[in-house]
């Protein structure tokens, strides 16, 4: 039954999927005034969720399978969405990085800060596939940021999500397992082929960061997939909208604000994912995380709030990747007494 005020032609609830909402352990000091979420949070209630991190979580929310001791699939994921390919062949994401040397460290530094052209992405693929595709390799950069690997067979490796390794030295996230030696070498090979690569030395003159590594992770094959009740998802985060494309559910990049969504969305069940506070966290970034989460804070969840306690939406979902989730309901919403706290309690 739909709540008091709620209007038969407004969507039932909305669920946010907010990766990094309670910050880096730096932003404690300065985490800016945030009444909105920090009364959510309080009357709310409070639901284990059945995963944590930001890729399992939307495994879980897809009903994708996870594989036991194995790599969550990304690759093959991702891959229907950037190549609009689906086939159930082992895929590997190789995706272009910089590694910066600190005395005995390398540390990472992901795509996004490499300003890096499809027609380069291209020519580095082609200068690494001189090398191995007689051996039956195939790598494709499908985006200038995402590679795809497919091996001569595939390997018995376990890795680490690239967002995990951002700002930090690779050496303790290398791939594992029983071929963990062989891609150790492997990658030092391409390591090498980068180096003296020309599209590279072209870079280099033009002050960018040279891509002289690449990243492996999210191995396997395509997930089977169990029915959701999503009525539409709202993103512009790749791994969500391919999920979206695999699971045929309708998807949109998401408006600028709460009430722009509203106005275009249809009745059902809604999930909206917000990603502005990843980069940030991923980088430390205190004073980037502080502004964007102040921006969620007004432009999604003091409206949303809002439109739970006047009932034109019926229920709503804080969703995060910290294995946490907060329902809120008209009913929860006005629990007045429940007193709030800083965010930095939940962290």
């Known amino acids: 039954m739909a709540a008091p005020g709620a209007d038969k032609n407004s969507p039932n609830s909305l669920s946010l999927l907010i990766p990094g909402l309670f910050g880096p352990p730096s932003a404690t000091e300065s985490v800016p005034a945030l009444p909105a979420l920090e009364t959510w949070l309080a009357r709310s209630e409070p639901q284990s969720a059945p995963s944590r991190g930001f890729e399992p979580t939307l495994f879980s929310l897809f009903g994708a399978e996870t594989p036991a001791d194995a790599d969550l699939p990304i ?53 690494i596939m001189e090398i191995y595709k007689s051996d039956g390799w195939l790598l494709k950069a499908a985006r200038p940021g995402r590679w795809y690997l497919k091996p001569p067979r595939a390997p018995r490796i376990t890795t680490t999500p690239l967002a995990d390794v951002v700002g930090r030295d690779i050496h303790p996230y290398l791939p594992r397992g029983a071929d963990g030696k062989a891609w150790h070498t492997i990658l030092n090979e391409m390591q090498i082929l980068l180096h003296t690569s020309k599209v590279n030395e072209e870079r280099e003159r033009h002050g960018k960061l040279p891509v002289n590594s690449l990243w492996f992770w999210g191995g396997g094959r395509l997930p089977k997939l169990k029915p959701v009740a999503w009525s539409g998802l709202w993103s512009e985060e790749p791994l969500s909208l391919a999920f979206a494309r695999l699971a045929q559910v309708p998807s949109h990049a998401h408006p600028s604000d709460f009430e722009a969504w509203r106005r275009q969305a249809p009745p059902g069940e809604h999930l909206l994912v917000l990603d502005e506070l990843r980069q940030p966290l991923e980088y430390n970034d205190t004073e980037g995380w502080s502004s964007a989460i102040a921006t969620l804070e007004q432009r999604w969840i003091a409206p949303l709030f809002a439109a739970v306690r006047e009932g034109t939406i019926e229920r709503a979902h804080l969703l995060t990747d910290s294995g946490r989730q907060f329902l809120l309901t008209r009913r929860l919403a006005r629990r007045w007494w429940c007193w709030r706290r800083p965010l930095s309690n939940y962290a």
């Open 75 to 127: 690759a093959a994921v991702t891959r229907a969405l950037d190549l609009g390919v689906i086939d159930n062949g082992w895929w590997l994401r190789a995706d272009p990085v910089h590694l910066h040397p600190q005395r005995d460290r390398l540390i990472l530094t992901d795509s996004r800060q490499l300003d890096l052209t499809p027609d380069e992405a291209d020519r580095l693929v082609g200068e």
